[in-house]
Every structure is written in C-alpha cells, then in structure tokens.
C-alpha cells in the first residue's frame, strides 16, 4: 500500500533520494539550468516535503514551496526510475494539489526542463490542466527550462 507522509529531510534514505533527484536533474540539464533545491533548501520553513514509501522502502517524494502570495510552487518530484510508469508521479501531484487547495492557494506554479528526458514530467502536469507560462518568481528566461501554472480559484 502507498503511503505519503510529512518528512522532517533527517534519514538518510530521504537524503540518498534527494541526492539521486540532483543527479537526475544534472545529468539531463546544464548546470546554471538546474533549479532543484539541494536537501539544506528543502528544510526552509516555507517549504513543505513528502516522502512517498511502499512496504517500508521509499519510493519518491514531492515538495510545496509557500511563495507567501497566496500562491506556490511545486518543487522536487521525483520517483525511483525502476518504478517510473505506475502512477506514482499523478499520487504525488494529486496530494501536492489537494494540499494547495486546503491551503487556499489560488494558484500553483512549477519550472521543469525542456528537454526531452522532461517529455513525462510535462505531459503529467499538462494532464491536470497545467498551462505553460513565462518565467515567475527569480527565473528567466532559458533554453533549458518550461514554466507551468494552474489556477486554483
């Protein structure tokens, strides 16, 4: 059974995924293109984290970053490659989404890359009605990256 659950960022199996998110992100995308927030930007108070497990092994995980404008930003989805197809990206969104809603957000936002090994990622988000969008927040304008908003209220 899947399980997503608050986590505090403090065993070391969610600092090995966190590692191997940075890694995925590297290896796709330039270096001054990558935007993920490394474990230490995790534990903002501004940000909330989930770990995704079944059966006692962690499988994936996904944050909320409050941009305190009654909005915010999706960061750090990520499920382990072997399980990659199964729907547990749509598990995770789906909690991210309802927990905005809870939160009264009107809307949500998200950068992701613009190559092809991204091709998934957007076609999730463009799923739940994610529109893409120009830069928001401290982004510009990059090859490398798409930006996606959806409006809550």
Same mark, same amino acid.
Request: glycine share 10%; with cysteine.
């Given at each position: 059974?899947?399980d997503? #659950?608050?986590?505090?960022?403090?065993?070391?199996?969610? @600092?090995?995924?966190?590692a191997?998110h940075? @890694?995925?992100?590297? @290896?796709?995308?330039?270096? !001054?293109?990558c935007?993920?927030?490394?474990?230490?930007?995790?534990?903002?108070? @501004?940000?909330s984290?989930? *770990?995704?497990?079944?059966?006692?092994?962690?499988?994936?995980?996904?944050?909320?970053k409050?941009?305190?404008d009654?909005?915010?930003?999706?960061? *750090?989805?990520?499920t382990?490659?072997?399980?990659r197809?199964r729907?547990?990206?749509? #598990?995770?969104?789906?909690?991210?989404l309802?927990e905005?809603?809870?939160?009264?957000y009107? *809307?949500?936002?998200?950068e992701?890359?613009?190559?092809?090994a991204?091709?998934?990622?957007?076609?999730?988000? !463009?799923a739940?009605?994610?529109?893409?969008?120009?830069?928001f927040?401290?982004?510009? !304008?990059?090859?490398?990256?798409?930006?996606?908003t959806?409006t809550?209220?």
């Amino acid at each position: 059974m899947i399980d997503i #659950r608050p986590d505090d960022l403090s065993s070391q199996d969610m @600092a090995d995924l966190i590692a191997v998110h940075a @890694a995925t992100m590297l @290896a796709a995308s330039p270096p !001054e293109s990558c935007h993920f927030l490394p474990i230490d930007g995790l534990r903002q108070p @501004a940000v909330s984290v989930w *770990s995704m497990w079944d059966d006692g092994a962690l499988i994936g995980c996904g944050a909320l970053k409050d941009l305190g404008d009654g909005t915010g930003e999706i960061k *750090s989805m990520h499920t382990r490659e072997v399980l990659r197809g199964r729907g547990l990206g749509r #598990r995770m969104l789906e909690h991210i989404l309802a927990e905005a809603r809870r939160r009264g957000y009107i *809307s949500l936002w998200l950068e992701t890359g613009s190559m092809d090994a991204f091709t998934p990622a957007r076609r999730l988000y !463009e799923a739940y009605g994610f529109n893409y969008c120009g830069p928001f927040g401290d982004y510009s !304008e990059d090859p490398h990256s798409v930006f996606m908003t959806l409006t809550l209220a």
